[in-house]
């Protein structure tokens, strides 16, 4: 389907999810409705099990909702047979995970480039951009390292760099800064709203860090599964 300027990126309305685990059922989203724009850098903040990592997970096509509407880029993932919804994401979706995710007997360097060599890419070319995103997050001379000779904060740059490297138009995070300092955190940040949004992409971070709630154009505060504030930053 074309997708006008004007679409959002990310249309959830009445979004609810469940977790059923032996006799107990956990109502992760009780009705999400948000939307978030192309161009748009979105906060979601709120207290841990509000749901936050379920809806980014929705959002980008690792789990699927119960009822209501989730649409990125006017497309409903839920209905996609698995292969499209592999392709959809490998084009579309860069997902930092709160655990980084990295496959440990591969370099950073390699890590990076899997999105890439998943797209088609030729190794070399891929191995070329994945240097290029790592140094942008200040890890050039960590490229040959495995994930276990980082730190975690280098890790986590690790993992960001892999979520940006093939150019997706959607871009979620959960806690990209968990583990970095305040110097380092701003830094990444800086990258985030350079590559993502001067080239017109939607972000969705998941933050509990009030040192870069500046970078947000808005602020989306979760509490019980349901998206309860957005506010605007007048600074952007
Ligand atoms: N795989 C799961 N199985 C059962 N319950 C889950 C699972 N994942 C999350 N939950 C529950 O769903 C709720 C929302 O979790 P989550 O989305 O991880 O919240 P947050 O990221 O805001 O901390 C919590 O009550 C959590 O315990
Ligand atoms: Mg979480």
Do not use: W
């Not at 496959?103 to 070319?125: D, F, Q, R, Y």
């Not at 017109?200 to 309860?228: C, K, P, Q, S």
Request: charged share 20%.
């Amino acid at each position: 389907m074309a997708v006008s300027p004007t679409d959002p990126a990310v249309y959830c309305r009445a979004v609810t999810k469940s977790y059923v685990s032996g006799p107990t059922k956990v109502m992760a989203l009780q009705g999400v409705d948000l939307e978030v724009r192309l161009g748009e850098l979105l906060m979601l903040v709120g207290p841990s099990g509000c749901g936050k990592t379920t809806l980014i997970s929705v959002v980008a096509g690792i789990l699927d909702h119960d009822e209501g509407e989730c649409l990125v880029f006017q497309e409903d993932l839920r209905a996609m047979g698995r292969n499209s919804k592999t392709l959809f994401r490998g084009q579309n979706v860069g997902f930092v995970f709160q655990a980084f995710n990295l496959l440990p007997t591969l370099t950073a360097l390699e890590n990076v480039s899997i999105p890439l060599l998943l797209l088609g890419l030729k190794k070399t070319e891929a191995l070329s951009q994945a240097r290029e995103m790592l140094e942008r997050v200040g890890l050039a001379d960590r490229l040959q390292s495995l994930p276990a000779q980082l730190s975690g904060g280098q890790a986590q740059r690790v993992a960001i760099a892999r979520a940006l490297v093939h150019r997706p138009r959607l871009i979620v995070c959960d806690e990209p800064t968990s583990a970095l300092d305040a110097g380092t955190g701003q830094k990444v940040l800086e990258v985030f709203r350079g590559t993502a949004l001067a080239e017109d992409r939607a972000l969705i971070i998941v933050t509990h860090d009030n040192r870069i709630f500046n970078f947000a154009d808005r602020i989306a505060r979760m509490e019980d599964g349901r998206i309860v504030a957005v506010e605007s930053q007048v600074a952007h």
